[in-house]
């Protein structure tokens, strides 16, 4: 019932730029923290960014003052603008939302609301000259 949906991935130059977008949808009801995670081949996934509904953020120390995270919460839509890129940052990006959603219960024609936590199905981000 609830999907993300990334894009925006690709292969840049060292030193480039590049935005990539996460979309929530399904019966959402409210969006908490959005974030975006990372994992390069042979290492863990880390995280790189996360955003409160608020617009609070938190950025990973590798990525402060190259990479900026925003978001809509009318479009329930996260954003992670990548400046001044690196190879090392290459790795396939993931986001991730932590949400509140309508279930059907099985049986009864009523709804509950449920919490989850949620990942996209990864973007592949080269960065390489």
């Known amino acids: 019932q609830v999907q993300l949906v990334e894009s925006g991935g690709g292969l840049v130059q060292p030193g480039g730029s590049l935005r990539v977008s996460c979309a929530a949808s399904?019966?959402?009801?409210?969006?908490?923290?959005m974030g975006w995670y990372r994992q390069a081949p042979g290492k863990q996934r880390e995280l790189v960014a996360n955003?409160?509904?608020?617009?609070?953020?938190d950025y990973a120390d590798s990525v402060k003052g190259r990479f900026t995270i925003s978001r809509d919460n009318a479009e329930n839509t996260v954003y992670l603008q990548m400046n001044s890129l690196k190879p090392e940052d290459t790795a396939v990006y993931y986001c991730?939302?932590?949400?509140?959603?309508?279930?059907?219960?099985?049986?009864?024609?009523?709804?509950?609301?449920?919490?989850?936590?949620?990942w996209g199905q990864g973007t592949q981000v080269t960065v390489s000259s």
């Open positions: 991730n939302a932590d949400l509140s959603f309508w279930q059907k219960i099985e049986g009864q024609n009523m709804m509950s609301l449920k919490d989850g936590n949620y």
């Open positions: 399904g019966s959402i009801f409210r969006v908490n923290t």
């Open positions: 955003i409160t509904s608020g617009g609070s953020a």
